[in-house]
């Protein structure tokens, strides 16, 4: 039987980690990279960091650990264009995440929280 964390990620996706804040105030964001997911765009709740339910507009499985607040997007990294290379419509930002070990807690299943992502694309550094 596959891994808890592998099975089912079958589609491609870019990830920006969350850096923080310019000098200015505006969001920052790492280079793109790109992984394999299960994206399933649905109207859903799940609970943020501090617990609280929240509305989700897609629930996305990874292989890894993100920071809230990064952005992702569907799709092969090699599709996007521009210098860094950067999407410019359907961007979404992980507002939750949460993490289930297998009963021998040797395999996390990671499920992400996302929302639209209305504003420009954060400054890639």
Known sequence: MPDIETIERNQDAVYWAWSGKDIQGTPTVSTGIALRV???EKQSQMLDSQGRTISVDAQVVVNREVLVESIMWLGKLGALSGTPPTPTSKIFQIAAYDRVPDIDNSYTRRTVGLR????TMPSIV
């Open 38 to 40: 299960r994206w399933e």
């Open 116 to 119: 639209r992502y209305h504003d």
